[in-house]
């Protein structure tokens, strides 16, 4: 091996290297397809399941791990359900609006979310044609696993790919910011 493809093999593993070692607080799957992708990851919570279900439930906590929307807003509710538009900004240009049903199966201890609508700004913005998920909160030996699972299809488009890679820089940080959250939930109904 020559030293330039040498220089380059650690130039390509460093940051999966890095990257691995920064999320060694969850895990992480993420998958991709020709025209869709899927966002898996979980984390151990010191807390009771029916609490952090009570708590992502909560319409009014969705701005303290929803960092990136711009705006959010009630819709419509129902007893187990209720329907928030999101409005997310990109580069103070790109903006997507979006509708998301979410749903609560107390029983199950699950949270699942479904895009009923979307619409960007601009053309270039691929088109999101379908993105469904959950929550799903798990007694765990220390507490409670939690899952968090999202999976989007796309029409077929030039900037696809960096869609995807965007998505899953995008996944990351929300999973630390959510697992962050949680975890100031959890200290503060133990006070």
């Keep these: 091996m020559t030293l330039t493809q040498r220089i380059l093999m650690i130039l ?26 899927t966002f898996k990851g979980d984390f151990i919570i010191k807390a009771v399941p029916d609490s952090l279900l009570k708590i992502v439930f909560d319409f ?12 959010l807003e009630l819709v419509q509710q129902g007893e ?33 979310f479904k895009m009923i609508s979307t619409s960007n700004n601009m053309s270039v913005i691929p088109e999101l044609l379908s ?41 990351i940080k929300f999973l630390r910011v959510f697992k962050d959250f949680l975890e100031q939930c959890s200290k503060i109904s133990k006070e």
């Design 12 to 37: 390509v593993c460093l940051p999966l290297l890095l990257s691995a070692a920064k999320n060694q607080d969850f895990t992480y799957e993420f998958h991709q397809g020709a025209d869709s992708c």
């Design 60 to 71: 009014n906590h969705i701005v303290d791990y929803a960092l990136t929307a711009k705006s």
């Design 80 to 112: 187990n359900w209720y329907d928030v538009a999101f409005i997310y900004q990109d580069m103070l240009v790109l903006e997507n609006q979006s509708v998301w049903r979410r749903t609560i199966n107390r029983a199950e201890k699950i949270i699942t």
């Design 131 to 171: 993105s469904s998920g959950y929550y799903q909160f798990k007694p765990a030996n220390d507490g409670c696993l939690v899952e968090f699972f999202q999976e989007f299809r796309l029409s077929p488009g030039l900037l696809n790919e960096a869609y995807y890679r965007k998505a899953e820089k995008e996944g």
